[in-house]
């Protein structure tokens, strides 16, 4: 890289804010920081491994919650709109951050920054605003208690401006709940138990207002770039159905895979909740997230029957699946309120649905009684008893108290064989059907913040990609496929960090566009544009590899993962899938032996530590890392 000063694209300026002083402190962004890491997850992940205190817990005041904007972030790139907060995880103990769309992260961007660093916490509940150069805390003792709509709506009357963009937490964060989120708007959801790291900081809120601008280094190649996405890349579907379009072949072929805490793939209800339907009953309007042209998001409004005035944005296809299909409820109008629940009380989606499946299961069995669940029936499709437990869970109500610590410690506190039924790697739960599908396996046991499909979206039986193909074996493309998939999933998660960088859309750069639309070299050319700062493709592509590499090393140091945590849940190796494509098959261990050992030896892993290896980390420059994990015990 011939140049590393950057003349566009960052904001240039990191704030750091000690929430126990109230000190405000703004640092000029480092422009080796920014070419060694982009921007985005990617100084998010180092700040955590370079300032989290490793034998603290998450929630301990020291250990610092980052949110980041990327260098694309709030320019005209379509799509551009992302940001990411990090912190230790309280659910995985390892690396976390989370990721969401919609306009807070743009407005960042607009007001002149690239990352927040709060550390401390507050001696009573505060929320930052921003205004350009202005900063400051104030007084959020009145919005304790208040729900993230309620919060947002409070905020900006408060200060006098509707154009305000916030991100919050409701009362599941503020109880450190968990499985807690932030939401910023309606329903954009940075999720991965970010929330209650918020909340054990006594910060309610970030608000946030920017009239700047965005500058770009090259603005007339730049703006050609961006015509020529929006003039070629178009998906007419996802504008149509948004994500939950992909029920539509889920109740063709009569199999969803994420059903019934996984123990089926039949859900004849599936027919009644489909995006056709919503479109037909319920939608009011689509909405895009910051310079989007996709739009995959909606709008909703119920107006007659048991939840008529129910208004909303989404559903995603998480939410379908959390509040539809897990728990075989059939009622679109109850799972667009159990939606609604979930982002005003502010709890992940998929986290929360998974440990209510769970529950629901495990009631099932008989392993939970009536008595124990406070008199809830937890029979599957009662939507009512769901609408109880989100509220329950985020207020640690009843036995809320117990699933709002995640599918883990829940079935740890149940005891009497619930364990079985427990589906989490790392402490965070895992929604879909993976038999048969090798890519999900290794996809989801290698993710560097727990069970996540957008760590490695898998490509298993679903995307002809060529580079695949052609680099790693036909095989490798195959679900139950194990040659070629080690080297093909590292480089499915390498590519899908590249937008974290950046902070733009996956949906739209990555998973819609099949891995084949945008290249490395195109993503370097963006960045080229856009930062003045010169890069190829492969440079860029090792920075994607030098995050993982990072991730994983705080996952090795502070969490003390190894291979003994990249494992699967029992149940997924003892009993058969029912249905589908999948029908009468189950995981073998030894091939799942295979795919990890495959996969190690193509990160340049320690096969037994998982740790990456000293030749590994210098490769990419981070000596400073490989001398630290030295030093462990």
């Known amino acids: ?204 809120a970030v608000a946030v207002r920017g009239t700047k601008g965005v500058k770009v280094a090259q603005p007339d190649e730049f703006f050609q770039i961006c015509a020529r996405i929006l003039k070629q890349y178009q998906r007419k579907d996802l504008t149509l159905y948004g994500t939950p379009i992909s029920l539509f072949y889920e ?86 309120k159990s939606d609604v629940l979930s982002n005003q009380m502010g709890v992940d989606c998929i986290e929360t649905g998974d440990v209510i499946a769970f529950a629901m299961e495990c009631y099932e069995k008989g392993i939970l009684s009536r008595e124990e669940t406070g008199g809830l029936d937890l029979s599957w499709g009662n939507y009512r008893a769901v609408h109880a437990l989100i509220e329950q869970i985020a207020r640690r109500q009843g036995i809320g108290e117990i699933l709002g610590e995640g599918m883990r410690i829940a079935a740890q506190k149940i005891g009497k064989g619930a364990e079985y039924y427990c589906r989490h790697i790392k402490g965070q739960s895992f929604p879909a059907e993976m038999r048969g599908k090798h890519g999900s396996v290794l996809g989801y046991l290698t993710s560097t913040r727990g069970a996540d499909h957008l760590r490695g979206i898998a490509i298993d039986d679903l995307m002809p990609v060529k580079y695949i193909q052609e680099h790693f074996g036909e095989e490798a493309l195959k679900g139950e496929g194990v040659k070629g998939k080690g080297k093909a999933t590292k480089w499915v998660q390498d590519m899908t960090t590249i937008p974290d960088l950046f902070g733009v859309c996956k949906i739209f750069y990555v998973l819609s566009a099949a891995y084949t639309d945008f290249t490395p070299d195109d993503f370097a050319r963006i960045y080229t544009t856009a930062t003045g700062m010169e890069m190829s493709g492969e440079e860029l592509f090792r920075a994607s590899e030098r995050i993982y590499n990072v991730e994983q090393a705080f996952n090795v140091k502070v969490g003390g993962f ?66 630290d994990l030295e030093k462990r015990p």
Request: glycine letters at 10%; charged letters at 25%; hydrophobic letters at 35%.
């Open 1 to 204: 890289m011939e140049n590393s000063t950057y003349s566009g694209g960052y904001a240039g300026t990191i704030l750091r804010v000690n929430l126990d002083t109230q000190e405000i402190i703004k640092e000029p962004l480092d422009p080796e920081l920014a070419r060694t890491f982009i921007g985005g997850r990617g100084i998010n992940s180092w700040l955590l491994y370079r300032e989290a205190l490793p034998h603290e817990s998450p929630f301990h005041p020291g250990n610092p919650l980052i949110f980041g904007a990327g260098p694309l972030t709030g320019t005209m790139l379509p799509a551009a709109s992302r940001f990411t907060v990090t912190a230790r995880s309280p659910l995985t103990y390892g690396h976390g951050d989370a990721n969401a769309g919609g306009f807070f992260g743009p407005e960042l961007k607009l007001a002149g920054y690239d990352h927040i660093i709060f550390k401390g916490k507050s001696s009573s509940p505060v929320y930052l605003w921003i205004e350009n150069d202005r900063v400051e805390l104030r007084d959020a003792r009145h919005l304790w208690g208040k729900d993230t709509w309620e919060t947002q709506e409070l905020i900006r009357k408060e200060l006098g401006d509707e154009d305000i963009q916030i991100a919050c937490i409701g009362p599941a964060g503020e109880n450190l709940v968990r499985v807690a989120c932030i939401i910023h708007g309606l329903k954009r959801a940075a999720a991965k138990a970010m929330g209650p790291i918020m909340g054990s900081k006594n910060l309610k």
């Open 251 to 336: 109740a063709k072929t009569g199999c969803s895979w994420a059903t019934k805490n996984l123990q089926t793939t039949q859900f004849p209800g599936i027919k009644n909740i489909t995006p056709d339907k919503f479109n037909e009953k319920y939608l009011h309007r689509l909405k895009a997230c910051f310079g989007c042209s996709l739009s995959c998001g909606r709008t909703y409004i119920i107006k007659e029957g048991e939840f008529q005035g129910v208004k909303g944005e989404g559903p995603e296809l998480a939410a379908c699946w959390s509040w539809g299909t897990q728990p075989q409820v059939d009622n679109l109008a109850a799972v667009l």
């Open 562 to 627: 190894s291979r003994k945590d990249d494992c699967l849940p029992d149940r997924l190796f003892e009993e058969q899938v029912d249905g589908g494509s999948a029908k009468g098959k189950t995981l073998k261990r030894d091939a799942v032996e295979k795919l990890l050992d495959e996969y190690y030896e193509a990160r340049g892993w320690n096969k037994s530590t998982t740790a990456p290896t000293r030749e590994t980390l210098e490769k990419l420059g981070l000596h400073s890392i490989a001398n």
